[in-house]
């Protein structure tokens, strides 16, 4: 199952332990692990559990959503994204993916800003400490309060700003970016300069009944997933495909068939 990771939200009722057994024995090579997953966890002991299980740490997810109406609000997000790194490092984990957040009634345009200030502020440290940052841009349906970075010439303008350092990218999702007419080009651009730091894949339903949590597993919804992937690889893009699905349907039924469905889709997908 080359190149197949799974974030520990996908299978959100498993532990990272149960994660770490089930995962490698149906050839996932890599995992993205959420936050809470270490709630309570001794990180050296989580890094060195993922190496005896032979996985790739990909990612941790998630660090983000800069933007708030008070000063003290903006540098709390800068602190908790600075103990997000340090996390990362502890895990051993490359990349932090940044849900850039928003403020419901803040002007975009001003939130944008706010997000490119508290990357600026966290770059030295990342780049002390060897972790990569992603821009995911979210779909727009999510710009009143969880990010106002909606698409990905949005994330390149910020990468732009920030004097384009090696540390900074963007996440590709999906989920979220399928719609946009732009993008088999900025998807080119981002492999042109470098920053296409991470691929998430899952599918859109119709009809969507949860703005959130009910995201299709590949193969149920309309998203043309292999073209948009085969542009990625284009690129030069050698990592993980990271399958990344928030669903009540599919958390509640049993994971470990979740997962058997998960690695089946993910065979037919890319066979
Ligand atoms: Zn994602």
Known sequence: MRRLC????????????????EFPRRGISGITIWRQALEGRDLEAVARQTREAGMDVVSLCRGGFFPSASTAGRQAAIDD?????????????????LVCGAVPGQPLAESRKQITEGIAALLPAAEQAGVKLAIEPLHPMYADDRSAVNTMRQAHEICDALGSPKSIGIAVDVYHVWWDPELKAQIDHAGQTGRLHAFHICDWKTP?????NDRGLMGEGCINIREISDWVDATGFTGHREVEIFSNRWWSVDQSQFLDQIAASYSQLYS
């Open 6 to 21: 799974v974030h520990t939200i996908t299978t959100k009722p498993l532990s990272l332990e149960e994660c770490l057994v």
């Open 81 to 97: 994204n600075l103990k997000a790194i340090e996390q990362a490092h502890a895990v051993g984990a490359p990349l932090i993916v």
């Open 208 to 212: 969507t009944t949860d703005l959130l």
